[in-house]
């Protein structure tokens, strides 16, 4: 992954794995396009495929297993405490922060490639 020019060291640890990600799903959106049509919600194999993409990214770049491990020790951790509600809460956003910025960077890559496609067809 290339770090874009002007953002050397000015980038925190999670914007450099946020690029990562969306650079693998760059290279995954075109397959997965091809293969599936540019309306995957309307095939329930293409809607498994796309959800395993999804997983792949955030656990790859964006710690979900972490994050899932984090979850599963504050729910078992949890009593009634207004503090341990606390905790289970964060544990679940970041978990569930995790999946939507992975699909956020699958779709505006998949976005691109059919620009790019679009583009390449009109030359």
Do not use: W
């Amino acid at each position: 992954m290339k770090i874009p020019p002007g953002l050397n060291g000015d980038l925190t640890p999670q914007a450099r794995a946020v690029l990562r990600a969306f650079s693998d799903a760059q290279a995954s959106a075109a397959a997965f396009l091809l293969t599936s049509g540019i309306f995957p919600e309307v095939s329930e194999s293409s809607s498994e495929k796309l959800h395993s993409i999804i997983r792949d990214l955030a656990a790859t770049h964006l710690n979900q297993k972490r994050l899932d491990r984090t979850l599963r020790n504050s729910l078992q951790s949890c009593t009634r405490t207004t503090e341990a509600r606390d905790q289970v809460e964060a544990a679940v956003n970041a978990l569930l922060a995790s999946e939507t910025t992975a699909a956020y960077v699958f779709g505006l890559a998949a976005g691109l490639s059919l620009t790019s496609l679009a583009d390449n067809l009109k030359r």
